[in-house]
């Protein structure tokens, strides 16, 4: 696979910026990637604890995509979108994304494995093959996989300088101080529950700025977000 440049936007470790700013990419797989020499700054090789900064510009060498030894399932997919390079789907409330533990299958890949006829990116590794970004479980909405390597790297790009967004609707118990505002707070996984993201210090965790707005509030009705 092709090499490509990532030019960072925040500080801290270089696991966690790298994960980060390949929307898709864990932890784990970033960690992989460093401590096999596929990440380098200024010609030489990122270490996993090396301190990243804004501006600093990485090429990166994606390993080769590994043979996939998932089960396609047919099981019915609401296509909102679909062309040679991507596919955007609604994905239901309870449908997980990809197979972890206590969710061998019956998640989004497998079914994407099946209407795609195994189509699908490899970048993020053999259980989540043209994952881009993800959705909880229990939240439904639009979610792009990427048929191809080229479109996984130009989908992650546009994730990380935010030409491409995700906007949600979400009905909120209680009020608002204000009608607008934005949240900025890193977040990683919790440190006792693995299966929760909690907010963490600055540098070891995902960058996460969520701008809200109201609009609608009701009497008796919660407002909506």
Known sequence: ???????????????????????????????????????????????????LSPGDTLTVYPPEAEEIDLIPQDIPLDVVYED????????????????????????????LLHHCQASLSGINGQLRP???????????GLLIAAKND???????????????????????VGGFREERGTVNAPIARHPTDRKRMAVCRPGEGREAVTHYQVVDSRGGIPPYA
Request: with cysteine; proline share 4%; charged share 20%.
């Open 150 to 172: 080229r479109a996984h790297l130009a989908l992650a790009q546009q994730l990380q300088d935010h030409s491409l967004f995700r906007l949600y609707h979400a009905v909120a």
């Open 84 to 111: 040679g390079d991507v596919i955007v789907v609604n994905k239901p409330v309870g449908m997980v994304v990809h197979p972890a533990p206590g969710h061998p299958d019956g998640t989004l890949v497998n079914a």
């Open 1 to 51: 696979m092709e090499c490509f440049s990532l030019t960072i936007s925040q500080s801290g470790r270089a696991d966690a910026v790298l994960s980060a700013s390949v929307d898709g990419l864990t932890r784990s797989a970033a960690q992989r990637w460093l401590e096999e020499g596929r990440v380098t700054l200024a010609g030489q090789p990122v270490k996993k604890n090396t301190r």
């Open 130 to 140: 043209g994952i881009v970004h993800r959705i909880d479980r229990d939240t439904s």
